[in-house]
């Protein structure tokens, strides 16, 4: 595997940081603002997934498979059973076929990668010193990486087209008993396989001379007069191709009940994000276990989001603030002083903002939480007046 890599010096002014930075104010605002909404929108969210898991959980109904029952129309119902499909897919282009819910053909190419990393220290007078090294070597991927973004792309440059393309079939009609399940069910249906090609598999004429098949992998160049790859070792523009395949599966479903056709039911107390559900797990599960796991997943990104939010507001304000620091790093002591000044102030404000914009969105539905997360954003608040208010050189 080749690799090499070089590196660059580039240097910026005190007064080039400082007014890069009173620009980057403008981001900083527009993070810290954004963070606001972001809360927000996430505790809706939150709110009106629990309301429509809670009223899910009660009126979700077990039923059959093998029949649909008029009654339940309109209703959230739960079921398990072999999910299949009676279609044949093919790979026209190499002749591959199989009875199956979903077929891809995945294409991998061998490129050259670019990793940058970079390190910058302070100089007195405020400038900086930037040490950047690009790092190159190659790598089998499933995208295309464009080698005219590199720092240097001479002795890297990669193919810019791919001359077979990645494809996905999908059964027109997937059954579960006597249900149709809809595209977004199907789209859960996820477990790929890969496919035996040796006794069907047909390599287009042109491409015969230049084809190696090994290990259920067709191995062609990507120029159409390149030469036959050798997968001990790879050169730039090799392609690898394979087939994987959804076979008929046992699974769980919680959806709505349209006509026999299983969708996504949409709750009456709540509107919005999440409040829609249609979910598939592999395996036989009880309609008890396939809510628990949609509460604990809303949960999750609950969580995730609340994460996000929090450091985007932090960032934020470090952003806005950046120029105290940039100003300060005229003797580079201060400037790291300073910067870490900052980033406390910056996680402790954060934190009760973030607290706060939480707080307000849940009073209505929470009291008692909210109340927790007030009494949070006033111990915040309390520390980052203390912090700004101690003596200088306090510990």
């Given at each position: 595997?080749?690799?090499d890599s070089f590196t660059t010096v580039t240097h910026q002014s005190w007064f080039g940081r400082l007014k890069d930075s009173v620009v980057g104010v403008l981001f900083g605002l527009a993070l810290?603002?954004?963070?606001?909404?972001?809360?927000?929108?996430?505790e809706g969210r939150s709110v009106r997934t629990a309301r429509a898991l809670t009223e899910l959980k009660g009126a979700v109904v077990s039923v059959e498979s093998d029949r649909v029952d008029e009654k339940?129309?309109?209703?959230?119902?739960?079921?398990?059973g072999t999910a299949s499909a009676n279609q044949t897919l093919a790979d026209e282009a190499f002749a591959v076929s199989v009875e199956a819910i979903k077929l891809r053909r995945s294409v991998e190419m061998f490129q050259w990668r670019e990793e940058k990393?970079?390190?910058?220290?302070?100089?007195?007078?405020?400038?900086?010193?930037?040490?950047?090294?690009?790092?190159?070597?190659?790598?089998?991927?499933?995208d295309l990486i464009d080698s005219r973004q590199f720092a240097k792309e001479e002795g890297h440059a990669n193919p810019h087209s791919w001359r077979f393309q990645r494809m996905e079939q999908i059964a027109d009609r997937v059954m579960l008993g006597a249900f149709t399940l809809s595209s977004g069910l199907v789209g859960q249906m996820n477990e790929y396989e890969t496919l035996p090609i040796a006794e069907q598999l047909k390599i287009p004429e042109s491409d015969r001379d230049r084809a190696l098949v090994a290990d259920q992998t067709v191995y062609l160049p990507n120029e159409a007069t390149g030469a036959k790859p050798d997968?001990?070792?790879?050169?730039?523009?090799?392609?690898?191709?394979?087939?994987q395949v959804v076979k008929p599966a046992v699974v769980s479903v919680?959806?709505?009940?349209?006509?026999?056709?299983?969708?996504?039911?949409?709750?009456?107390?709540?509107?919005?994000?999440?409040t829609q559900i249609e979910r598939l797990q592999y395996g036989t599960l009880s309609a008890a276990a396939m809510v628990g796991q949609l509460e604990a997943e809303n949960t999750m990104l609950t969580w995730m989001l609340r994460g996000g939010g929090y450091l985007m507001m932090a960032f934020g304000i470090g952003v806005i603030l950046r120029p105290i620091a940039v100003f300060a790093s005229f003797i580079p002591i201060f400037g790291s002083l300073t910067r870490g000044g900052i980033l406390a102030f910056s996680l402790l404000i954060a934190m009760g903002l973030s607290l706060a914009t939480i707080a307000?969105?849940?009073?209505?539905?929470?009291?008692?939480?909210?109340?927790?997360?007030?009494?949070?954003?006033?111990?915040?608040?309390?520390?980052?007046?203390?912090?700004?208010?101690?003596?200088?050189?306090?510990?």
């Amino acid at each position: 595997m080749s690799v090499d890599s070089f590196t660059t010096v580039t240097h910026q002014s005190w007064f080039g940081r400082l007014k890069d930075s009173v620009v980057g104010v403008l981001f900083g605002l527009a993070l810290f603002v954004g963070s606001f909404f972001l809360l927000t929108w996430n505790e809706g969210r939150s709110v009106r997934t629990a309301r429509a898991l809670t009223e899910l959980k009660g009126a979700v109904v077990s039923v059959e498979s093998d029949r649909v029952d008029e009654k339940h129309e309109g209703q959230p119902v739960h079921l398990s059973g072999t999910a299949s499909a009676n279609q044949t897919l093919a790979d026209e282009a190499f002749a591959v076929s199989v009875e199956a819910i979903k077929l891809r053909r995945s294409v991998e190419m061998f490129q050259w990668r670019e990793e940058k990393r970079q390190e910058t220290r302070e100089k007195v007078g405020g400038g900086t010193e930037t040490r950047t090294t690009y790092t190159y070597d190659q790598r089998w991927s499933s995208d295309l990486i464009d080698s005219r973004q590199f720092a240097k792309e001479e002795g890297h440059a990669n193919p810019h087209s791919w001359r077979f393309q990645r494809m996905e079939q999908i059964a027109d009609r997937v059954m579960l008993g006597a249900f149709t399940l809809s595209s977004g069910l199907v789209g859960q249906m996820n477990e790929y396989e890969t496919l035996p090609i040796a006794e069907q598999l047909k390599i287009p004429e042109s491409d015969r001379d230049r084809a190696l098949v090994a290990d259920q992998t067709v191995y062609l160049p990507n120029e159409a007069t390149g030469a036959k790859p050798d997968p001990a070792h790879p050169v730039v523009g090799d392609l690898r191709i394979k087939w994987q395949v959804v076979k008929p599966a046992v699974v769980s479903v919680i959806a709505g009940q349209a006509n026999s056709t299983l969708g996504a039911w949409q709750s009456t107390q709540a509107q919005g994000f999440g409040t829609q559900i249609e979910r598939l797990q592999y395996g036989t599960l009880s309609a008890a276990a396939m809510v628990g796991q949609l509460e604990a997943e809303n949960t999750m990104l609950t969580w995730m989001l609340r994460g996000g939010g929090y450091l985007m507001m932090a960032f934020g304000i470090g952003v806005i603030l950046r120029p105290i620091a940039v100003f300060a790093s005229f003797i580079p002591i201060f400037g790291s002083l300073t910067r870490g000044g900052i980033l406390a102030f910056s996680l402790l404000i954060a934190m009760g903002l973030s607290l706060a914009t939480i707080a307000v969105a849940w009073l209505a539905y929470r009291p008692w939480l909210a109340a927790g997360l007030i009494a949070g954003t006033v111990v915040s608040i309390l520390l980052a007046i203390r912090f700004l208010r101690r003596p200088a050189g306090a510990p």
